[in-house]
Structures are given as C-alpha cells and as structure tokens.
C-alpha cells in the first residue's frame, strides 16, 4: 500500500473496499448473530457502548492516535469516502475526547457512516440531534491536542478486537462487530443460513416445542440425567 510519512506517523490512502453492494447486505444485521456466525469472534468487549441510540454499518477507516491527541482522526475524515465508518484506538486515553459536535458537522456534511472510538467522545446531545452513530468506550468534557503523531488506514485493535482498515464494522445497542474485509462473502453466508435456523426454531418453539432435546441429550452424555 502507497503511504505519506514515515513509521509512526502515517497515512495509507489506498483503502480495500469490499463491494458496495455487499456492505449493503450487511446493515440491519443483528451483531449478536455475526458473531455467532464468526464462531464468537471478532466483536468489541462491552465497553464500547452505543452513545447516540443509532446503528451504524460501513466501510472502516482505522485511525491509531497519540493519548489525547486528535490529529489523524480530523484527518481521516477528510479521506474516508461516504458510508465508511471511522475507527479509533486512542493507546488507552479514556479522559479525552477525540471527537464532539463540531466533528460531528464535519461528518454529517461529508455523509460519514459513523464513528467508534476506544476511548472517549463528547457532546452526545448534540451528536445525537445531529443523526449521527457514535459508539465509544467513555464519554468526557475533556479535549485533545492536534499534534500527532498517529497513523491512518494501518491494523489497530479496538475494544480488544483487531479491526483492518478496509473491513466491515457493523453496531448496534448489543455492540460492534468486526466482519473481517476477506471473509465477508462467507460470513454473510452464514448469518443468514443462522438466521434462517433462528426462524424455524421460534416457530417450533410457538407450536409446543419449547424446549431443545439436545439440552437432555448433553447432559446424559455428561452422566448429569
């Protein structure tokens, strides 16, 4: 990948992007049953929390930040292409806000798809009157530096999940999920092959089979029954 800068303060420019059509399938999805579908995997711990009430599924710009500096961030979202999804591991500053409403008029007027922060965003009010999805591991008055260093469009880890720039970040009020860019093809396979067995089972389950025999099966097997 073709970059400016040099090691540790760096911009990649030339983001993969999977077919617009395929992240399209994605939204609406619940991120309960992605993950599911990724054997458990690749979601956010619960820290980053949904702060804005509104669900969000794009493309991810990654931004890794200098503690209580914003720099890159403003400069990701100068780059990231509409519908894409700006994801930022802050190196563990949680008192700082690295984005707030000001930002948020930026994003809004360039069409951003949303914004997740490992770290910390402010001025939820006016975020969320904006109709923007903001997800972040804490919320604080504090602002930032623009100085740097940091790096753009590079691997990052984000709520203890590793999200590549160019993957599929979906979230909602259960959490985030990372749909790894290569996978997404097979993942969205299986989502919908679980939300099928999901339908069947609810309607099992209203026809008078409540509950599962393999429950019973197991703990047999286990020398429990």
Excluded: W, Y
């Amino acid at each position: 990948m073709t970059h400016t800068g040099k090691l540790g303060f760096r911009i990649f420019t030339d983001l993969p992007r999977p077919e617009a059509a395929l992240v399209e399938r994605f939204k609406g999805l619940a991120s309960p049953n992605l993950a599911d579908a990724m054997g458990r995997f690749h979601f956010m711990d619960p820290g980053v929390q949904m702060r804005t009430g509104l669900p969000l599924c794009g493309i991810a710009v990654t931004v890794m930040a200098r503690p209580a500096d914003n720099l890159m961030v403003h400069k990701a979202m100068e780059i990231a292409a509409p519908g894409d999804v700006i994801v930022v591991n802050t190196s563990g500053n949680t008192t700082s806000a690295v984005f707030g409403e000001l930002m948020g008029n930026s994003a809004v007027a360039t069409r951003l798809g949303g914004l997740v922060v490992d770290g910390a965003i402010r001025d939820l009010e006016g975020l969320a009157a904006l109709g923007f999805p903001a997800f972040s591991r804490a919320v604080s008055a504090g602002g930032c530096d623009k100085d740097g260093p940091g790096e753009i469009n590079v691997p990052i880890a984000c709520g203890n999940a590793v999200v590549m720039p160019g993957d599929i970040v979906v979230g909602d009020r259960d959490g985030v999920v990372v749909v790894p860019r290569i996978e997404a093809e097979e993942v969205l396979k299986l989502v919908l092959a679980l939300m099928d067995r999901e339908t069947k089972r609810v309607a099992e389950i209203r026809a008078g089979k409540v509950f599962k025999g393999e429950i019973n099966d197991t703990l047999r097997a286990k020398g429990v029954l």
